[in-house]
């Protein structure tokens, strides 16, 4: 199989999507001319013409809206936020509109449409171009919450996003856009091409929603993460020689809910890892569901590594970030508990 990074393979599921369906449709800001700030849609104009993928004005609100109107009406959009930080002027859309047409509409109308951002931060890209606001999505019904961490997941799940009836935020963590970064900054970066999973079939393949991944095996603790986390995971895990199962969630909802119970119920202890700021982050969704299913399987109490509650620093990225120093000290302090 080719090698790609996470960027080409995002590029290859649109094109592969725009073969196969002349309903879907690709834009936001600079997506077209330009191919996107990260490039992840380059090409694609020269490909499939200025009517299907297109550039818009900087009007987040003005782009999800339109992308619901498309998709209301037949069309299948795939729009982009140029960084996840500039969702929120189009949020309402997404919560009031995208989210609830099916419901309001007693099934008359989906909305299948896909909005994808990059997300996290690693790039020193400052308070705002850093966050990851993921846990703002998993809380509105309605939505589906992906979160990508390989090349390979990436295309699968897009593809698979673009073909579901109803609407999909799809987040891609942009530290791993060119490799698996580990957490350590200090290090050179790792290719895609020197990594399993940056190998990536051609041509039309899915990966469903909702289903975790084991990046991991392991017997002595369960660490539950996701996207950029998923690598510093395993470094922690490597370096500290914790025998951690680490469950890669790609889909935050619907959760597999089944995969972590049954890991958890195998190691007897848990932490739960994630960028995003500690309070009401999607860690704590995940804490509930072990402590309520699995609680007389749990030998140690169950412990979060998050971001801090601030503004995602400059000057003091790495302070924030949670990286595998600050995630094995959790892994040896939850063994010993």
Same mark, same amino acid.
């Not at 509105?140 to 992906?146: F, I, N, R, S």
């Not at 999909?168 to 791993?176: A, G, M, S, T, Y």
């Given at each position: 199989?080719?090698?790609?990074?996470?960027? !080409?393979?995002?590029?290859?599921?649109?094109? #592969?999507?725009? /073969?196969?369906?002349?309903?879907?449709? @690709?834009?936001?800001?600079?997506?077209?001319?330009?191919?996107? #700030?990260?490039?992840?849609? *380059?090409?694609? *104009? /020269?490909?499939?013409?200025?009517?299907?993928?297109?550039?818009?004005?900087?009007? !987040?609100?003005?782009?999800?809206?339109?992308?619901?109107?498309?998709?209301?009406?037949?069309?299948?959009?795939? @729009? /982009?936020? *140029?960084?996840?930080?500039? &969702?929120?002027?189009?949020?309402?859309?997404?919560?009031? %509109?995208?989210?609830?047409?099916?419901?309001?509409?007693?099934?008359?109308?989906?909305l299948p449409m896909v909005v994808r951002m990059p997300t996290g931060g690693g790039i020193f890209g400052g308070q705002t171009h850093s966050q990851s606001p993921e846990a703002l999505?998993?809380?509105?019904?309605?939505?589906?919450?992906?979160? @990508?961490?390989?090349?390979?997941?990436?295309?699968?799940?897009?593809?698979?996003?673009?073909?579901?009836?109803?609407?999909?935020?799809?987040? !891609?963590?942009?530290?791993?856009?060119?490799?698996?970064?580990?957490?350590?900054?200090d290090r050179p970066i790792v290719p895609w091409s020197k990594h399993p999973l940056g190998e990536v079939p051609e041509g039309y393949y899915t990966v469903p929603l909702g289903v975790?991944?084991?990046?991991?095996?392991?017997?002595?603790?369960?660490?539950?993460?996701?996207?950029?986390?998923?690598? #510093?995971a395993e470094a922690a895990a490597n370096e500290t020689g914790i025998d951690a199962e680490i469950i890669d969630l790609r889909t935050l909802v619907p959760l597999d809910v089944d995969?972590?119970? %049954?890991? &958890?119920?195998?190691?007897?202890?848990?932490? &739960?890892?994630?960028?995003?700021?500690?309070?009401?982050?999607?860690?704590?969704?995940?804490?509930?569901? #072990? *402590?309520?299913?699995?609680?007389?399987?749990?030998?140690?109490?169950?412990?979060?590594?998050?971001?801090?509650?601030?503004?995602?620093?400059?000057?003091? /990225?790495?302070?924030?970030?949670?990286?595998?120093?600050?995630?094995?000290?959790?892994?040896? !302090? @939850?063994?010993?508990?």
């Open positions: 199989m080719p090698s790609m990074t996470m960027i !080409e393979a995002i590029r290859d599921a649109h094109a #592969v999507a725009m /073969e196969a369906d002349d309903r879907v449709v @690709v834009f936001g800001q600079d997506v077209g001319y330009f191919g996107g #700030v990260f490039r992840c849609t *380059q090409g694609l *104009q /020269e490909r499939f013409g200025v009517g299907r993928c297109f550039d818009t004005p900087i009007s !987040e609100s003005g782009i999800i809206g339109a992308a619901i109107g498309m998709a209301a009406y037949g069309l299948r959009p795939c @729009v /982009e936020i *140029q960084f996840a930080d500039y &969702v929120y002027p189009g949020y309402d859309q997404i919560v009031s %509109e995208a989210a609830r047409i099916r419901h309001r509409s007693a099934g008359d109308y989906t999505f998993t809380h509105v019904a309605g939505l589906t919450t992906v979160v @990508v961490s390989n090349p390979y997941d990436a295309k699968g799940l897009l593809l698979a996003a673009i073909e579901d009836q109803d609407p999909v935020i799809f987040l !891609e963590p942009k530290r791993v856009y060119n490799g698996p970064f580990d957490g350590h900054h975790a991944r084991v990046h991991r095996p392991g017997d002595e603790l369960t660490v539950l993460t996701y996207g950029t986390l998923v690598h #510093v995969t972590i119970i %049954e890991s &958890v119920r195998k190691t007897g202890r848990c932490i &739960v890892l994630h960028e995003a700021t500690l309070t009401s982050g999607f860690g704590a969704e995940l804490s509930a569901t #072990v *402590q309520e299913r699995a609680f007389h399987h749990l030998e140690a109490p169950i412990r979060r590594v998050c971001g801090w509650d601030t503004p995602y620093p400059h000057a003091h /990225e790495w302070d924030y970030f949670p990286g595998p120093e600050r995630v094995g000290r959790a892994m040896r !302090e @939850v063994m010993a508990g």
